[in-house]
């Protein structure tokens, strides 16, 4: 047995708005043939949930047309354990503001079936955050489905140094027990430290800060999505006068930013009971954050002690306690940098 997990919502937190040729105002998502573009999708909110998923032939990838291969360990709410499972389809949606229009990044919403039926959508997962409320439009899609399990994994690569107090410390020596500097001007206890080892190519190829470019005193390496602090005149004006939280890979694209793909990467991790800002190599970033999409991330090892320290994540909200800062989405990024996302 070979477990994997990916984050899913329920289908029905995605409905139809207005009718389409196949669907009615208020059906659920259902997958790409039935969905042709220009469908207009309702997001309701609802818990997302971590499924555990028993995939005996490709490990890495949460195939289409391969539903024997994959049988549901602990589907939670979302759907009965011993279910046969595909990732059925993909469906590409954009936000749509106040006056119908398409704004920012294309999302892509990965459709889950069950039981060798195409129709029969139990569940999706989404590339980015969908916002309770909002509409979005469908731009595209593709019949295969095919899919990644690991989406997201936050946090600094060995080397890094951590301000502990007085002296700074590798991150790679900290474990549970030990008293981080946080801004509040206090140091806390950390309650959870691990590591996750991923291919260093591809999305997962860390994001490296030049010495200087974020107030770093040494260059830094860390993974895409590690959420950095950033206040500046944009950010001023746009975000009342408070710090922000941008994604690395955002930053990309500035002088002295680039990918810094390898082979393998070890990245390294450590969480407070709530979340904090720390110091690494001089600047400000963020410690983890047990969110359900960060933790899918993580090697199934990492996961199970962090269940096993913390049982009320297992069913996991999408914010399990609040952000010490906004976090920016791709487009509020390129306005407050001045960059293209990659």
């Known amino acids: 047995m070979v477990e994997r997990t990916i984050l899913a919502a329920p289908s029905a937190a995605l409905t139809v708005a207005f009718s389409s040729p196949f669907l009615a105002p208020g059906s659920s998502i ?38 024997f291969n994959h049988i549901v360990v602990d589907g939670g709410t979302l759907v009965a354990n011993g279910t046969t499972v595909e990732s059925e ?23 889950y079936s069950q039981n060798g ?36 994994v936050p946090c600094f690569a060995a080397g890094t140094m951590i301000k502990e107090g007085r002296k700074q410390v590798p991150v790679e020596t900290i474990s549970r027990g030990d008293r981080i500097w946080t801004q509040s001007h206090r140091r806390r206890m950390v309650a959870w430290a691990g590591s996750t080892t991923v291919n260093g190519r591809g999305k997962f190829a860390p994001v ?24 500046s005149t944009q950010s001023h004006l746009l975000f009342a006068d408070q710090p922000v939280l941008i994604p690395a890979r955002f930053f990309v694209g500035l002088s002295g930013v680039e990918r810094a793909p390898q082979d393998l990467i070890t990245y390294y991790h ?37 269940f096993e320290l913390f049982p009320e994540l297992k069913a996991l909200p999408e914010e399990p306690f609040p952000m010490i800062a906004p976090e920016l989405r791709s487009y509020e990024a390129k306005v407050v940098l001045g960059t293209q996302v990659d």
């Open 30 to 67: 259902i997958n790409n043939s039935s969905s042709p573009n220009g469908t207009i999708y309702n997001f309701n909110g609802g818990l997302s949930e971590i499924i555990t998923i028993d995939d005996t032939n490709n490990t890495d990838v949460f195939d289409d047309d391969d539903r």
């Open 89 to 111: 389809s993909l469906i590409v949606l954009r936000e749509l503001d106040g006056d119908g229009n398409p704004i920012g990044d294309e999302i892509t919403i990965n459709v």
């Open 117 to 152: 039926q195409t129709s029969n959508i139990w569940g999706f997962s989404a590339t980015d955050f969908l916002e309770s409320g909002k509409q979005y439009i469908k731009v595209g899609g593709s019949n295969n489905g095919d899919s990644n399990y690991t989406e997201l």
């Open 208 to 231: 490296r800060f030049e010495v200087g470019v974020l107030g770093n005193s040494e260059p830094l390496l860390v993974s895409p999505n590690h959420r950095m602090l950033h206040f």
């Open 270 to 306: 450590f969480m407070f009971q709530g979340h904090a800002i720390v110091e690494a190599n001089g600047c400000l970033t963020e410690s983890f954050y047990p969110g359900a999409q960060a933790l899918t991330g993580l090697e199934q090892a990492c996961r199970q002690e962090i």
